[in-house]
């Protein structure tokens, strides 16, 4: 039968050994009260588990250290808290405690009361009437309040912190559970050489060695990183007392997660043993429409994070609806990592060789050598009836620049000429009409020669002098808009016509010697040889070989010397022609008899006593008192020799004619002549020699 407190109470003083079974905790709370207030000691079962042990003991064991325990109070005892300890142990170990409490009750030698909630069913163990009649076993109230058992997870302590949550040792953690029936919940146990799972406990005491699953459950790490870099990451974790985004961000740098800046120090990272976890973190915390989000959702390895960044991804997305977006983004983090993108890029171009410049401009927007090359061929397939096309214009200025339209030579005739000339050169090819007209085209009276112009210039100490070896009239537009994009001050700029032969040693430039500034002859190198010398560059290499060279070199050099000088004079010996290898190479042009060797394939010394055919031109000079026949055209004279990416010494316009330049470190009122509408409009209608 099931007494009520108030009923029970007349009969709990007794030295007999007992059992008394609660419903609830209030019930043992009552109880436990009565006792103490009746004189007797409690004793708990977490006192009886020793501090230092990592091991729970088995029901035998510590029933034999607590009848020791209650022998010695000399007086009645109330056992408490076997509840708490009942749910660590499995049915097995369970029913050897209540075996154990059996032999107890039977031999009555104890003055004890055991507290025992009413869940544990104890029917097997007391079945005879004997034990309730003789109020050996106690039911205090009939109501059974079943409480849910706590979860215990038991962790090495190699992987986990301990803090006010957690526990070291099973007693700590049975003085949590309390004394009666346990306190339900989450409890974490941390041993210090836990190895392996103690056998005879509950299902509710989980023990976790797994480092997924540890990492899962207390760092919040759903990953696939494997178990050495988790350990690794979890390892650092407890030095540090930190979470891993905490850890990982300080060690990232929190400047760093930019999209802009992630790749580069991803990059930086290489070899960090935690490399992978900075993925994993990265993947949780980047915005999820971003580029650097679309590429670390696939698999991303040490190996091959930059290909994925630079091909993989950009090829995935190109006709995305956020496109232009992701190129953004693209494009300014691989300006961070400079030069280590462009063997990728490489890659990146090849693979969207063949798609529509529509789908791929966008993307084309590092500024990388490789992805100027491809916009050369690219628009080298355009009718360029504007210039560059829309798509490319802000992504190279240079080229933007080269063929401008808008600067006046100060000849209408010439203007269409190198305008034409700058479309069939960035086309890589020549047609007879040019060909022809290239033959024909003669300087106006009103040019004046390059020396008298300079000589006008050089009086003047403060301005120096910066020649730049191979640039002809075809750059003038380059120089000017460029000058434009980079608020350089113009004095004043003109078209002159060099000497001939072009030759530098026909062809001397006249200056102090002290105020001439370091010669630029990459450009030349560059006519001669190409963009690399020995090797066969491809016509687009070598425009985007050049044009380089006048957005560095050039106007460094250029910069440097406004330092110094108010005034720096830009000039050439010469030009060069690229359409007269074009022609030459399509077989549009002659190879002109000549009796001998001559010096060069575009002049000569000229014979004596000869008439001098209409395919030359005659130039007499002073120094070594010799007459020379320089070729008109594109045609050539019989010389043998290396084939050249352009060709120097003959008369043609793009040869013979440069540009003078006169920057200055002051704010001058005087623009560049542009062409004015009407003039444009001209140019326009008379497009009936350019066939593209």
């Not at 001559?598 to 010799?626: C, G, H, M």
Request: hydrophobic share 40%.
């Amino acid at each position: 039968m099931a007494y009520t407190l108030n009923e029970y109470y007349q009969y709990c003083i007794t030295t007999d050994t007992r059992i008394e079974l609660y419903s609830d905790n209030d019930t043992a709370a009552n109880l436990l009260a009565f006792h103490k207030d009746s004189g007797a000691k409690m004793v708990c079962i977490s006192d009886h588990i020793p501090a230092d042990t990592e091991v729970l003991p088995m029901p035998d064991s510590l029933l034999s250290e607590l009848d020791k325990s209650v022998i010695a109070a000399g007086k009645r005892a109330v056992v408490v808290g076997i509840d708490s300890y009942l749910a660590l142990l499995d049915e097995n170990n369970i029913s050897a405690f209540f075996v154990a409490l059996h032999g107890r009750i039977e031999e009555q030698k104890l003055n004890t009361v055991f507290l025992l909630g009413n869940s544990y069913s104890i029917d097997k163990h007391f079945s005879n009437p004997k034990y309730e009649n003789s109020l050996q076993i106690v039911r205090i109230n009939s109501n059974i309040q079943r409480l849910t058992p706590p979860n215990i997870t038991v962790v090495p302590e190699k992987w986990l912190n301990v803090d006010h949550t957690k526990h070291t040792n099973y007693k700590s953690l049975l003085k949590s559970l309390g004394n009666f029936m346990p306190v339900t919940g989450e409890y974490v146990l941390v041993l210090k050489d836990l190895i392996i799972m103690q056998a005879g406990l509950s299902n509710n005491v989980r023990f976790l060695f797994d480092i997924k699953a540890i990492a899962e459950r207390f760092y919040n790490i759903d990953s696939d990183m494997l178990d050495n870099t988790l350990e690794m990451l979890i390892s650092k974790c407890k030095e540090k007392s930190a979470m891993p985004n905490t850890l990982l961000s300080e060690k990232f740098g929190s400047n760093n997660i930019n999209p802009r800046l992630a790749l580069k120090r991803l990059l930086e990272l290489l070899n960090d043993a935690l490399w992978p976890a900075y993925i994993w973190w990265l993947r949780n915390i980047i915005v999820n429409n971003s580029y650097l989000a679309k590429t670390l959702s696939t698999t991303v390895l040490q190996g091959n994070l930059l290909y994925n960044y630079v091909v993989g991804t950009a090829v995935d997305v190109l006709n995305d609806n956020n496109a232009a977006i992701y190129a953004t983004e693209r494009a300014e983090a691989i300006k961070e990592i400079g030069d280590g993108a462009e063997s990728v890029i490489i890659e990146f171009v090849e693979k969207i060789n063949s798609q529509s410049s529509d789908v791929v401009a966008r993307f084309l927007n590092c500024g990388t050598e490789m992805e100027l090359r491809e916009i050369v061929r690219r628009v080298s397939r355009s009718d360029l009836v504007t210039g560059v096309p829309e798509l490319f214009k802000s992504l190279y200025p240079a080229l933007t620049d080269y063929l401008s339209s808008v600067y006046d030579y100060g000849n209408n005739e010439i203007n269409l000429y190198f305008e034409e000339y700058r479309k069939l050169k960035i086309k890589n090819s020549i047609t007879t009409d040019f060909v022809k007209r290239a033959f024909d085209i003669t300087i106006p009276d009103s040019f004046r020669p390059r020396d008298s112009v300079l000589a006008e210039l050089s009086s003047d100490n403060d301005t120096a002098l910066l020649i730049v070896d191979g640039m002809g009239a075809e750059f003038y537009p380059l120089l000017l808009s460029m000058a434009k994009r980079y608020s350089r001050n113009i004095d004043s700029c003109s078209i002159v016509y060099a000497n001939l032969p072009t030759t530098t040693d026909y062809n001397p430039i006249m200056w102090d010697i002290d105020r001439i500034l370091d010669q630029v002859k990459e450009v030349d190198n560059i006519v001669h040889n190409g963009a690399v010398k020995h090797e066969n560059c491809p016509f687009e290499r070598n425009i985007v070989a050049s044009l380089m060279k006048f957005e560095t070199e050039i106007f460094n050099c250029i910069a440097t010397g406004l330092t110094e000088y108010s005034r720096v004079v830009v000039t050439a010996d010469h030009g060069s022609s690229r359409l007269a290898v074009l022609a030459h190479n399509k077989r549009l042009v002659t190879t002109l008899p000549w009796n001998g060797e001559p010096l060069d394939w575009r002049y000569s010394v000229a014979p004596k006593n000869t008439q001098r055919p209409p395919e030359f031109e005659s130039k007499y000079n002073a120094k070594d008192n010799k007459t020379y026949w320089v070729v008109r055209g594109y045609n050539r004279l019989p010389k043998k020799g290396p084939k050249f990416n352009e060709l120097h010494g003959g008369a043609t316009l793009e040869e013979r004619l440069v540009p003078i330049i006169v920057f200055s470190r002051t704010k001058s009122d005087f623009e560049p002549k542009q062409l004015v509408k009407e003039t444009i409009q001209q140019i326009v209608e008379k497009k009936d020699f350019d066939v593209f």
